[in-house]
């Protein structure tokens, strides 16, 4: 008898150490309680909670937390509620979360912008309001900004690598980390004598203008000896 009393009580202990599974006799061994069902859902006790700060009508000496309700009470709001330790929060739906998010609309004029040396942009508004703009994390290296007038009018900080078009003149300037210099831009390919003296309003023969480009005649020089 005691022999079949230990090996009753060994196999309880199993029993309810391992996975459960409701129907299915093969739990997954990640879930401690697996439900399997085609046609039935979990049914979640349903509590009406009057006050969402109190852990009524749930014991407060017995209360855990993350512990998982329905809430019945039209005032306090239906719905699914878990205790985090000091109220009742609710799991939010997708009208709670939508009443939650407020738009607004206000066009604003930008009077003018001033970037200053540390890179903070601060755009003034024309109802007298301002706002500002820490650019240090945006500008990085080997990046492309544009503004109106030359990096150092506009107190640009340089960062290795980066270039900047003045869109006011087109004049382009690089920085080497430590100051910007201006890129000399190519000029425009220029024409030779022969295209210059083709163009449109021009007058003459090809042979007059070729002609034209011979200097004067050199001194006669001294017959050679036979």
Known sequence: MKKVTTLVLL???????????????TPNVSAQLDIKSD??????????IDNLSTASPVSSATINESLLVYNTNSTSGK???????????????????????DTQVDNQQIKSFFLNSSNILTLELENAGSKSVDLSSLL?????????????????????????????SGEIYSSDGNSWSPIVST???GKSAYQTGWDAG????????????????????????D
């Open 140 to 168: 990085g290296e080997n990046e492309l900004l544009t503004g109106k007038g030359s990096p150092i009018s506009n107190s640009i900080d340089p960062a290795t690598g980066i270039l900047y078009v003045d869109t006011n």
């Open 79 to 101: 719905g699914f509620y878990y205790w985090n330790g000091r109220l009742w929060e609710k799991l939010a739906d997708l009208a709670t979360v939508s009443s939650l998010i």
């Open 187 to 189: 000029g425009a390919d």
């Open 11 to 25: 196999i309880l202990s199993v029993t309810i150490t391992a996975q459960v599974g409701i129907g299915t006799l």
């Open 39 to 48: 046609s039935k859902g979990l049914l979640i006790p349903r509590l009406n």
């Open 202 to 225: 021009n007058t003459g023969k090809e042979a007059d203008f070729i002609t034209s480009l011979n200097g004067d005649a050199g001194a006669t020089g001294a017959n050679g000896a």
